[in-house]
């Protein structure tokens, strides 16, 4: 018996830090299981830019059919590189053009779910780090709420 109980203990202790490692190495992906689904990729561009978008969706990630992303920057910009958000069970799309003023970026994300629209809030972080010309750091957030199949538009400008 006090093995069976120590045994008990022991896999109490195995299940829980199963759990706590996984909520701080996917922090993302466990509260999308646990209130809904997360899309949260970055997308590196030419001018030493980040831009961090993350779509909070109202629904099971099997719900989810895809994500895109569009970024609107100035034309002498280009993206680099899109990370994906990591274990996403649904595709995401990246796509930069190049038609906004100078200094200014326009998101727009578009959730498209399988089944009744649900709630989706977009947020937009962006960073812009300038290093010629004197150091310099930018931070700029915008956040839009809606519905699955509608897209969001943010407008990012210092």
Same mark, same amino acid.
């Given at each position: 018996?006090?093995?069976? +109980?120590?045994?008990?203990?022991?896999?109490?202790?195995?299940?829980?830090?199963?759990?706590?490692?996984?909520?701080?190495?996917?922090?993302?992906?466990?509260?999308?299981?646990?209130?809904?689904? +997360?899309?949260?990729?970055?997308?590196?561009?030419?001018?030493?830019?980040?831009?961090?978008?993350?779509?909070?969706?109202?629904?099971?990630?099997?719900?989810?059919?895809?994500?895109?992303?569009?970024?609107?920057?100035?034309?002498?910009?280009?993206?680099?590189?899109?990370?994906?958000?990591?274990?996403?069970?649904?595709?995401?799309?990246?796509?930069?053009?190049?038609?906004?003023?100078?200094?200014?970026?326009?998101?727009?994300?578009?959730?498209?779910?399988?089944?009744?629209?649900?709630?989706?809030?977009?947020?937009?972080?962006?960073?812009?780090?300038?290093?010629?010309?004197?150091?310099?750091?930018?931070?700029?957030?915008?956040?839009?709420?809606?519905?699955?199949?509608?897209?969001?538009?943010?407008?990012?400008?210092?």
């Amino acid at each position: 018996m006090s093995y069976t +109980r120590v045994m008990s203990g022991w896999l109490r202790a195995v299940l829980l830090l199963g759990l706590l490692g996984t909520v701080l190495i996917f922090p993302t992906q466990v509260g999308a299981t646990l209130a809904g689904c +997360r899309s949260d990729p970055l997308v590196y561009l030419s001018n030493g830019t980040a831009v961090e978008f993350n779509a909070d969706i109202d629904a099971l990630p099997t719900s989810v059919a895809s994500v895109d992303f569009v970024i609107h920057g100035p034309s002498n910009v280009r993206m680099l590189l899109g990370v994906a958000t990591p274990g996403v069970l649904f595709p995401e799309r990246f796509e930069y053009r190049a038609d906004a003023p100078p200094g200014q970026y326009i998101t727009e994300t578009l959730v498209r779910t399988r089944g009744a629209p649900v709630a989706v809030t977009s947020n937009s972080n962006l960073v812009k780090v300038k290093l010629l010309g004197g150091l310099g750091v930018a931070l700029m957030h915008g956040s839009t709420s809606g519905w699955s199949g509608q897209t969001q538009v943010t407008v990012l400008e210092p």
